[in-house]
């Protein structure tokens, strides 16, 4: 069996986009200090179907995005729907927004398959996936393209020179930001499994779907609105190799209600804590409702429940 090989697949789906870039709105600068940087939104508009493929590469291009009418039980006109046959290697190795970029004054969250590259995250410990590629791609979430000096460094973490370096920039509040962010459902609950215990081998595939938060006016009520979408309106089933018992004795960890911090907009539980992400409880971040189907009985199980009362909070305030 060949290996995947998700820096690969992420360049191939990059470059499709690349060709594409005046229909997307979005732009490529090749850079002095090597490399190339995507501009998906820091000064580009971008557009829905730049957010949806920005969503695939930072899957790396192993799992399906789409945008499609939403349910009646959210109030929004889109939902954002994800899915994958490979859900680890898509969601964990490289979806996660694992990797907290500082450089000087330049900071960024980083996903995609350059963290399978870096290696450096205690998860992949647990999961594998590490590689060593001639081409690495990587995703950030920031408000800014990244300088030289981030360059180069990411260059020298990924161990690779920077002329094959690839990143796809898009802030929290821009429309490719806000897909790509909320297109993190199954990730969500893949990583809260993970943390409370669960051995992801289990994982057969998985899917999941979230209302499309609006386009926020900064990046910090970005973060509300995004964080929101999963929390109260992220609904997500996975499939794995566990008995019924093992499913009744997990699912009621999963959903975002397990958490003390859960019942109000995030934006809220942010300001709260200072706005410091370490004091939030980590195991709120996760969908509101799960299914898990056990593939030795076919059974299902629900957990959770879609809060539409504080999605509408939430929305409607457009994250103040």
């Known amino acids: 069996m060949q290996p995947i090989m998700l820096n690969a697949r992420a360049a191939n789906l990059l470059s499709t986009c690349s060709d594409d870039a005046n229909s997307l709105q979005?732009?490529?600068?090749?850079?002095?200090?090597?490399?190339?940087t995507f501009d998906?939104?820091?000064?580009?508009?971008?557009?829905?179907?730049?957010?949806?493929?920005?969503a695939r590469i930072c899957m790396a291009d192993m799992g399906q995005v789409h945008i499609s009418p939403a349910r009646d039980t959210v109030c929004t006109e889109s939902d954002v729907c994800v899915s994958s046959a490979h859900p680890i290697a898509a969601c964990m190795a490289s979806q996660y927004a694992g990797w907290q970029i500082s450089c000087g004054d330049y900071f960024g969250m980083g996903s995609g398959p350059m963290r399978a590259a870096y290696g450096n995250e205690e998860i992949f410990?647990?999961?594998?996936?590490?590689?060593?590629?001639?081409?690495?791609?990587?995703v950030i979430e920031s408000s800014a393209l990244p300088d030289a000096e981030t360059i180069q460094m990411l260059g020298e973490k990924c161990q690779i020179d920077a002329a094959s370096l690839l990143l796809a920039v898009a802030p929290t509040a821009s429309i490719a930001g806000t897909v790509q962010v909320v297109a993190r459902s199954l990730e969500t609950a893949l990583h809260k499994m993970h943390e409370v215990g669960c051995d992801l081998v289990h994982v057969i595939e998985g899917s999941g779907i979230a209302p499309l938060a609006p386009v926020a006016a900064d990046d910090l009520k970005g973060i509300g609105l995004t964080?929101?979408?999963v929390l109260y309106g992220g609904d997500v089933t996975i499939r794995l190799r566990?008995?019924?018992?093992?499913?009744?004795?997990?699912?009621?960890?999963?959903?975002s209600a397990a958490s003390a911090d859960f019942g109000r907009p995030f934006l809220e539980t942010f300001k709260s804590y200072e706005y410091d992400f370490y004091k939030i409880d980590p195991l709120l971040f996760s969908p509101a409702k799960i299914t898990l189907i056990s593939d030795d009985s076919g059974n299902a199980f629900t957990f959770g429940e879609i809060r539409n009362d504080i999605l509408q909070e939430s929305f409607s305030s457009n994250g103040t």
């Open 26 to 36: 979005i732009q490529a600068h090749t850079r002095t200090a090597g490399g190339t």
């Open 40 to 54: 998906f939104g820091v000064q580009c508009t971008g557009n829905l179907e730049a957010g949806r493929l920005l």
């Open 125 to 138: 410990n647990d999961i594998g996936f590490k590689e060593n590629p001639d081409c690495v791609v990587g």
């Open 227 to 229: 964080n929101d979408a």
């Open 242 to 255: 566990l008995s019924d018992e093992q499913i009744n004795e997990l699912g009621p960890k999963i959903p």
